[in-house]
């Protein structure tokens, strides 16, 4: 049974940072995409962030374009997201995903939460102002 299973988050005033990890279980995503998503009250699920397998190619939000950062040590087999000069309107349950398929894809393929197959149960992340 493939398990993705989230960390790191936490209660942050703004401007402060955290760093998000997602370890997979079940299986090894190193040839595959995978990337992170967030709901916040009342919104729909919303992509974040994605890693390709092979090329290691990112893909961002631009809400999040140039304060958070995707990354994926395949050694250990865990993908983070480092979150820096965080806002309030990132205050949400951020869900981390991976891709069944170890083809690259273009970005946008990415940004659809119907793209990915496997899904972590979310991890909170708190923003006061």
């Known amino acids: 049974q493939v398990r993705l299973v989230e960390s790191g988050g936490g209660s942050v005033q703004a401007g402060g940072s955290l760093r998000l990890s997602c370890t997979p279980s079940?299986?090894?995503?190193?040839?595959?995409?995978m990337g992170w998503f967030r709901q916040a009250p009342g919104k729909e699920r919303e992509f974040v962030a994605a890693?390709?397998?092979?090329?290691?190619?990112?893909y961002y939000a631009d809400s999040v374009k140039g304060r958070f950062t995707i990354s994926r040590d395949n050694a250990k087999n865990t993908v983070y997201l480092q979150m820096n000069s965080l806002k309030p309107e990132d205050t949400a349950v951020y869900y981390c995903?991976?891709?069944?398929?170890?083809?690259?894809?273009?970005?946008?393929?990415?940004?659809?939460?119907?793209?990915?197959?496997?899904w972590g149960q979310g991890t909170q992340v708190a923003v006061s102002s």
């Open positions: 890693i390709s397998g092979r090329a290691g190619t990112t």
């Open positions: 995903a991976a891709d069944s398929s170890p083809w690259e894809y273009t970005g946008t393929h990415y940004y659809t939460a119907r793209s990915w197959d496997y």
């Open positions: 079940g299986r090894t995503f190193s040839r595959n995409a």
